[in-house]
């Protein structure tokens, strides 16, 4: 019975490995940072990681979950709505509508389960829902499972989303659903128009923060602070697995009836387990580092803008961005696969994005910038990025 089906799989797979795509782990075996080292026995400066803020092995974190793990243990065995709430989960809910200046919050296993379990319970099909043609996919999943009518806008083209918005306007309520920062390029997007158009066309907003909670505006607070639109927003969306701590754990926060309804019925909050103990206790810690110092912020801010600053001295192409994220542009899939691994070799360890995860024609390097990486470890990419691409002829 097997035996078709597997050489069905095998065929699938040689056509990824034949069109390049096919996608291998590197294995690291140290924890988590600026620098790492893989199981090569390589140690390499880690550029394409969402630590944000260098929180991923940070010492007090480490310290507050090794705390809970005595007064709460490990795992909790439940869902939330059984027997999977602890008081720690309970502070931690507060804690980020608190740091959002939203009403309630909802923890989940993931952002990815946050999107996904978020609009089925809220829509029906007489509504609309507009997402960012750039979505993340986790949107696109859970607007697939929402009987809502979509509408989709052209990337950050507040023009396109108000002919959207026109032509969603007999519908009986209209969500406008964007992430807060487009993950290839880095571009933030406009919520100050977009605000104005939804309230030109009475429509709701949801922002996804999970590349810009921690990272964008002056103290962290994401897209909102930047645009100084803190409670103008319906919903926002997140993770606790990239800036904040990069474990494992997502949220909705927002309005308070939302979220009292996506309680009751938003499907992976029912149905998947509680996120453990120790999580939210790290959580906690780090809602508390960040409401008592903006020491981290500032050094990735500080960090952001050196390291492209330097980039665009030596002449390459740089994605205007606004956030962590600097798109080298390469334009072409093979020689941003070739730069990258060159780079490795010169102890820089970044990735190459190319066709489709990137249009065609756009193929880039992404660079993530952190607050763990010191002066030192901007300077050697820096040279990296300049030697190799001397070689290769992108710079002069
Ligand atoms: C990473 C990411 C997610 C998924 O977050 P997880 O908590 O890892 O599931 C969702 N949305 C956006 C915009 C992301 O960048």
């Given amino acids: 019975m097997y035996s078709n089906y597997q050489n069905h799989l095998i065929r699938i797979i040689d056509e990824i490995k034949e069109t390049g795509l096919y996608k291998n782990e590197r294995v690291i075996v140290s924890p988590q940072g600026a620098e790492i080292e893989l199981n090569t026995g390589q140690k390499v400066l880690n550029f394409c990681a969402n630590n944000y803020l260098g929180l991923s092995n940070n010492e007090s974190l480490i310290e507050a979950v090794k705390a809970s793990l005595d007064d709460h243990g490990y795992g909790m065995s439940s869902v939330r709505f059984i027997c999977g709430t602890t008081d720690l989960h309970k502070e931690l809910e507060r804690k980020i509508a608190e740091f959002f200046g939203t009403e309630d919050t909802l923890l989940y296993a993931a952002c990815f389960d946050a999107n996904g379990g978020v609009f089925e319970p809220l829509l029906g099909e007489e509504d609309a829902i507009i997402s960012d043609s750039l979505n993340h996919a986790s949107i696109i999943d859970g607007v697939r499972l929402c009987k809502a009518q979509r509408f989709r806008y052209e990337n950050a083209d507040v023009a396109d989303l108000e002919k959207q918005l026109q032509l969603a306007h007999s519908n009986r309520f209209r969500l406008i659903v964007t992430d807060g920062v487009f993950s290839m390029d880095g571009n933030v997007a406009p919520l100050d128009r977009i605000v104005e158009l939804a309230e030109k066309y009475d429509a709701m907003v949801m922002v996804d923060e999970s590349h810009s909670a921690g990272v964008v505006g002056k103290t962290g607070r994401g897209v909102t602070e930047l645009f100084n639109i803190k409670g103008r927003?319906?919903?926002?969306?997140?993770?606790?697995?990239?800036?904040?701590?990069?474990?494992?754990?997502?949220?909705?926060?927002?309005?308070?009836?939302?979220?009292?309804?996506?309680?009751?019925?938003?499907?992976?909050?029912?149905?998947?387990?509680?996120?453990?103990?120790?999580?939210?206790?790290?959580?906690?810690?780090?809602?508390?580092?960040?409401?008592?110092?903006?020491?981290?912020?500032?050094?990735?801010?500080?960090?952001?803008?050196?390291?492209?600053?330097?980039?665009?001295?030596?002449?390459?192409?740089?994605?205007?961005?606004?956030?962590?994220?600097?798109?080298?542009?390469?334009?072409?899939?093979?020689?941003?696969?070739?730069?990258?691994?060159?780079?490795?070799?010169?102890?820089?360890?970044?990735?190459?994005?190319?066709?489709?995860?990137?249009?065609?024609?756009?193929?880039?390097?992404?660079?993530?910038?952190?607050?763990?990486?010191?002066?030192?470890?901007?300077?050697?990419?820096?040279?990296?990025?300049?030697?190799?691409?001397r070689e290769l002829g992108v710079i002069k």
Wanted: some cysteine; aromatic content about 10%; glycine content about 8%.
């Fill in 233 to 389: 927003i319906e919903i926002i969306t997140g993770t606790l697995g990239k800036a904040f701590g990069g474990a494992i754990g997502g949220f909705t926060t927002g309005r308070k009836e939302i979220i009292e309804i996506l309680r009751q019925r938003s499907r992976p909050y029912l149905f998947s387990n509680s996120i453990p103990p120790m999580v939210a206790a790290a959580g906690i810690r780090i809602i508390n580092m960040m409401t008592e110092t903006n020491v981290l912020q500032d050094k990735l801010h500080f960090n952001a803008n050196y390291f492209i600053t330097c980039m665009k001295k030596l002449g390459f192409d740089i994605k205007p961005t606004k956030s962590a994220i600097c798109a080298v542009m390469l334009y072409e899939a093979r020689l941003s696969q070739d730069f990258a691994s060159r780079l490795l070799k010169e102890g820089v360890y970044v990735v190459g994005f190319y066709f489709p995860v990137v249009p065609k024609g756009q193929a880039r390097i992404r660079v993530q910038l952190s607050a763990a990486h010191e002066r030192e470890h901007l300077d050697k990419a820096v040279n990296a990025f300049e030697k190799i691409g």
